[in-house]
């Protein structure tokens, strides 16, 4: 899943370190969402669209070919 986190962190001039801080998750947490190593709970998502002042789904996109399959 691609998201725009680090797009979103520097239109709000805000670091790793200040979002974790906002949504209550470590930087180690942020790290990993932005880099692709960790899909976020809906929750997390939520606060981390909600601190943007956007939706989910402009922050976070589901690629076509994911290894994901819908049973």
């Not at 998502?45 to 789904?57: D, L, S």
């Amino acid at each position: 899943m691609r998201n725009r986190i680090k797009v979103f962190r520097a239109m709000h001039d805000m670091t790793q370190e200040e979002l974790a801080d906002t949504i209550r998750v470590t930087r180690r947490t942020i790290n990993s969402i932005e880099r692709g190593k960790y899909n976020p709970s809906i929750e997390v998502a939520y606060r981390i669209a909600k601190t943007f002042g956007v939706t989910i789904e402009e922050v976070f996109c589901f690629e076509d070919g994911e290894d994901a399959e819908v049973r």
